[in-house]
């Protein structure tokens, strides 16, 4: 594109940088290169790197440059790997396995825990797909200790109290007597542990099946796939981008 003019809807005082990442136009790293460049303009003026921008700013991208090409992928992470900030001698998802450049992961999935893991360069969707007030859809098959009785089911989709205050709703099904499936909209830390722990249960076996509209499926652990087309559109839908 030669020249971009883009309008700032958000409520909210944004860094340039992030502002222009997050419309696609190139990584906070790129952006602050056009800035110095004299590549970018807020309200007609060359913008300054750190700069902020409101609602009631219009910021004009001059010169060619090549827009940002997001990736999104669905991975399995298998159990002893952590998703973020190895300790010692632990693996981090982006150790364990080789990825494009700059994908990272959005949200956790304990060390002890498997399953489905977004990964993307695209750092919109974290906080649309991580923060609780868009109670977007989580889905886990859980595997606890012991048979369970109807109560702690019927305990399990209602609030629980945990340290930092009480779990939302969640929908909870019935595998068998010792396992069950648990839709969550929020995503605290090790909240289906601690959960199952309030209730005397102890977890011995979860995995992530679910986020929005994509499945992990039959992916092999370890492996990852493109999440693309009418899938990647029902996904970025689902979270308003």
């Given amino acids: 594109m030669s020249e971009q003019n883009i309008k700032n809807h958000s409520n909210l005082s944004v860094r340039i940088n992030k502002y222009l990442a997050h419309k696609g136009v190139a990584t906070r ?7 110095t460049r004299g590549k970018v303009l807020i309200n007609g003026k060359l913008a300054k790197l750190g700069d902020q921008v409101t609602e009631t700013d219009t910021v004009e991208v001059r010169g060619v ?3 940002k090409k997001f990736i999104y992928l669905a991975y399995h992470k298998p159990k002893g790997i952590v998703t973020t900030n190895p300790q010692k001698e632990e693996k981090d998802i982006l150790k364990n396995t080789k990825l494009p450049p700059d994908v990272f992961p959005v949200g956790r999935l304990d ?5 489905l893991v977004i990964l993307t360069n695209d750092g919109r969707i974290t906080d649309r797909l991580l923060n609780p007030k868009y109670e977007h859809e989580k889905e886990y098959v859980v595997e606890v200790d012991r048979k369970f ?20 709703h969640a929908t909870v099904k019935r595998i068998n007597e010792t396992a069950f499936r648990i839709i969550l909209t929020e995503g605290k830390n090790r909240q ?19 986020v929005q509209n994509i499945e992990l499926g039959k ?23």
Avoid: C, W
Wanted: without cysteine; positive net charge.
């Fill in 192 to 210: 289906i542990r601690r959960m199952t722990g309030k209730l005397g249960y102890t977890v011995r076996d979860l995995k992530r099946v679910r």
């Fill in 65 to 67: 440059h090549h827009k």
């Fill in 219 to 241: 992916l092999p652990a370890n492996s990852h796939r493109d999440i693309q087309g009418e899938e990647l559109e029902k996904f970025l839908k689902s979270i308003q981008l």
């Fill in 111 to 115: 060390k002890d825990s498997y399953g």
């Fill in 149 to 168: 009785t109807p109560a702690f089911l019927k305990h399990m989709q209602e609030e629980i109290q945990l340290e930092e205050g009480k779990t939302k």
């Fill in 29 to 35: 790293k790129g952006v602050d290169e056009l800035i």
